[in-house]
């Protein structure tokens, strides 16, 4: 009948009415800056360097093997690899980076390069809030900026931290089993990915 | 355009009472009008150039490529997995079936297996990809006919919900770089399927909602009968997928032919249209919904334990053997198929994208032939399309 | 003779003669517009509300604006190059003169006949359509009528129109 | 129960106050000064109301769509308005290059204008009418005649392709509803026998067995009211039937070259438009300032009034949030083909509702034409266009 569709249309938008006043499930808004939603654990936006320790130039777990660098589908990390070496984080002497840059006007938060990482060095952060006046130097995240502790890691990402944590202790150990043995002729090299892990 | 995107037939006037206010063949007050690249109802940067005769189109060229970045020449020239992310740019509000695409041509050209739990994962996720698209096209569809987004927002309201689920499971809610080749990235916990059991026991109360909202109401019926009307013989030869072929009375699904994944295991019915106007193609897209619902509750029945990815898979050093493979899916918009060619380096040697919003956009001209510009609007709404697929 | 009469009566004029004398013919024509407007007035102010409304209602709401869309869709609302004055206005001039003089003419005559032109009668809204289905039924029949006739006429133009290019 | 006296000031306080303040001053002055206060009132009363309805508006088109609506300006957003409002008034005046400066800025100005005469024949309670004027309700329909005038203004003078579509959209559609509009005013006046609005109302304020006599409670005052509701929103321009600003198709019609404080008036004169129109809905169908139950009589009438006014906008608000907008040539075939039949039907009924006398026969006979004649044009008109639901098949 002519007018049926419209008085059933009528009545929809007014159930919607009083129900975005009585049930959460259809008012989904928040008001962003006063309130906020639950943080979701997988969330991703940016990568960031993990240090472990105190010190983040000590504890800085990347090596500078550049994977990522060659990896980023839209090529936005910069990486110089230092001269000399200092220990990583199983206890290894390795490079390190001395100038480790991502551009986050490019980055577009994929992922690659935590999953190629071998060394757990870079992860995905959540924090969003980057709104900066300077359109391209504000925008390039140096080492300084992107070092984040294994703390930090944890608060954000618990049960992946947790995972990291439990291999890097395993080879850890393996590796100060392997320093007490006479032959520790590959130290300098960089590891090779355990496998499983990608 | 080829000749055979033309109508065979005389484009007919839709249902519209316009006297023609000159002769035919005399061109005297015909009307200009470039619709886009800056007008409100082109989902983007996409441009009409009509040619008006009063309210009447009589010539329509869609001009588009304003959104090209380049993805297929990018695509040669790094990994394969690197494509993997810029796949979601594609048609950005279905990120996972492009995934889900361009992994199936992968694992062709490699000749992976893909374990049971991913094949579930997919078939879920996919068809919650599908869910979220159509709700948002019937959205944006009223929006261009001035609904002042009710509909739309009723259905970012129930997006909203699935983009949590891709959130909490993925890490984003639209770039979800979700599948690997041989399977998926992330193992979802049992809270996860929980979760998505709890939304999914949800969906048919809002596919009721717009059903009631809009289906009988007697304003859309007559903005959107008989209205863009799409032949089915003509739809076939210009390679027309989708739901916009369905809803022309084709019984073409990908998912019913090719069965890929895992599609043969689920029973689900294949809507199809008999006028293939506007309303038709609304009505499709609403009943698929409904089909999407029983999928995904037979899949989440029981999703089965055991590995997320092929062990032979790897990310660094990916280099296939030389041959070629077309993986296509029945994507929320069309068939979605990625052509590959491997030369046997780490890159692809071509890698080639059939966009359904392309495809299904070439068409445009004969749908709008004789229609007001209001009826423009809505005919390329109905086509759903996203820019970023189009133009790659 | 008060003074809102002198306004209203300038207000007319000056409409009646910018109508005249404007060149943007939409101008012209919205200054007619004042000009009916103007006269409406003038039958308020002399208590004539029914007529002053009707002549809003059909003057204002429907004639001026189909003078204007017929300007609008012949396409001529550009001033025309060579004037708007037509070459033989004196003609024209004579004729309004003329017609000037043949209403003047019967205005002061029939002051003359009136019985007494203090005396201004209370017509109400009621007695008006009393009298136009009552006394003046006919009259209005065939009134309506007429328009009837041609506004079939002005759809069978169109029809045949839109037949031949058929 | 008008008659106790606390009731009976409540319900006049404002034509008390109004005596006592113009009892103030020299009764040379005291008819000057009586009808300049009931205007300023006027002029300051609605746009105070078009200010809370622009936030009724916006918030309650977001609840309907499950937002919040404005939430950032004052507690739960409620100084909206005032921000919108400074916003606009201080807001570069743009006038494009090539248009026609004087019309362009006179047609804003004629529209407020025009709107704002309406309210001179509304009673917006016992007698608080600014005139009783015999022929009210023909100066009402007069008045609004105008405001076409002032949208083909405002599309002209801006020289671009799309005001001009848009203000001859506006026109047509308001020339269009006006008929139907004006001929479902008439049955009521048929049945008053009387243009004057005061009279119209006096002659809905009875109440049998506590209930009023209303003319939406009769059959034919039913039909014109919703003839007459839905020619009201298209004489308004207001969804769905706000082609002329449809923004899918003509960016905002015939106010598209206007900015700051004009847009301001335009917008303006869009609300008060709603609001007179709402507020002679209200006269001829509802009962004006009457109360709906007789035992409510001690609730002021300006109160009913506005109540009344207030629940027509937020019906249009809710048709907006509601309903996809028509094409241009299904909103004229709705005008004449649809609306026109039946108004001209609700005519005869009415005047057979005159003739037939008291008895539940009338009652039958109206009831049973209007249903008989509504339900074969709607057959028909559905049947013409084409439309209906439809069956789909399924594909295993």
Known sequence: MFGEGILKGLAETAKNFFGSYVSADRLTTVEYPEKRLEPIEAARVFPFLVYDGGDWQAGLRCVACQICEKECPPKCIYIEKSKDKKPDAVGKMQFYPTRFDIDVSVCMSCQICVEVCPFDAIKMDKLFELATDDRFGGLILDRGMLAKSNQYFHGIHPTEAAEVDARLTAERAKSAAKAGAPAAKDAGRPQPPPPGEK | ?392 | MTFAFYVIAALTVAGGLAAVLLRNTVHCALAVTIAFAGLAMLFLDLDAQFAGFAQILVYIGAVAILIVFAILLTRNSETPRDGVFSRNWFAGLFVAAAIFAVLGWAVLHSIAVLPNHAAVPAVTVAQIGQALVGRYVLPLEIVALLLTAAMIGAVIIALDEKGRTK | MIDHPIVYQADQIFVLLKHWLIGQLPSSVQPAAGVLLSVVVIICLFPALFAVTTIIERKGLGRMQNRLGPNRTGPFGILQPIADGIKSLTKEDIVPTSADGVVHFLAPVLLVVVVFMGFAVLPMGRNMALTDMDAGLLFFFAIGASTELSVFMAGWSSRNKYSLLGAMRAVAQMISYEVPLLLSSVAVVMITGSLSLNKIVEAQNHYTWGLPHWYIFTPWGLAGFLIFCIAATAETNRSPFDLPEGESELVAGYHTEYSGFKFALFFLGEYVGMFSISGLGATLFLGGWSAPLQILNFIPSWFWFFSKLMAAICVFIWMRGTFPRLRQDQLMNFAWKFCLPLVLTNLFVTALWRFLGEGWLRWALCTAILVVVYVAMARAEMRSGHFGSRRYRYAE
């Open chain 2, 1 to 392: 355009m080829t000749a055979s995107f033309k109508s065979p037939a005389e484009p007919k006037l839709n249902n519209l009472d316009l006297a023609p206010s000159s002769e035919p063949g005399i061109s005297g007050d015909l009307l200009e009008v470039a619709m886009g690249p800056h007008h409100p109802s082109t989902h983007g940067v996409f441009r009409m150039d009509i040619v008006l005769d009063g309210e009447r189109v009589i010539r329509l060229k869609p001009v588009f490529g304003y959104l090209h970045r380049n993805h297929e020449k990018i695509a040669e020239n790094i990994t394969y997995i690197a494509s993997m992310p810029y796949t979601d740019r594609l048609d950005y509000i279905c990120s996972l079936t492009n995934n889900w695409a361009y992994a199936l041509a992968v694992e062709k050209l490699v000749g992976l297996e893909v374990p049971e739990r991913a094949e579930y994962l997919r078939i879920i996720l996919g068809e919650l990809t599908r869910f979220q698209n159509h709700a948002s096209t019937i959205g944006f569809l009223i929006q261009e006919m001035g609904a002042s987004g009710t509909p739309l927002m009723y259905a970012f309201r129930e997006r909203e919900k699935i983009l949590d689920l891709f959130e909490s499971l993925t890490g984003s809610r639209m770039m979800c770089n979700y599948m690997r080749f041989g399977g998926c990235r992330v193992d979802p916990s049992a809270e996860w399927l929980d979760q998505v059991r709890k939304v999914v026991a949800g969906l048919p109360a809002f596919t009721d909602e717009i059903d009631r909202l809009l289906t009988s109401n007697e304003i859309l019926m007559a903005r959107t009968q008989g209205i863009g009307i799409l032949p089915p013989d003509l739809a076939v030869n210009a390679g027309i997928t989708g739901p916009m072929l369905r809803a022309s009375g084709v019984n073409y699904d990908i998912r019913k032919i090719d069965s890929y994944g895992i599609y043969n295991r689920f029973t689900f019915r294949v809507p199809l249209g008999e006028r293939g106007d506007v309303y038709d193609r609304y009505m499709i897209r609403l009943l698929e919904m409904r089909e999407s619902i029983r999928i995904l509750e037979q899949a989440l029945k029981n999703v089965p334990g055991g590995p997320i990815v092929d062990p032979k898979s790897k990310i660094r050093g990916f280099r296939p053997k030389p041959g070629e493979a077309y993986g296509r899916i029945e994507a929320p918009k069309g068939e979605l198929g990625f052509y590959l060619i491997s030369d046997g380096g780490p890159n692809p040697y071509r890698y080639r994208v059939r966009p359904p919003s392309l495809v299904n956009l070439t068409i445009l001209e004969d749908m709008c032939l004789g229609a007001a510009v209001a009826d423009v609007v809505i005919i390329f709404g109905s086509v759903d399309i996203v820019l970023g697929e189009v133009d790659r």
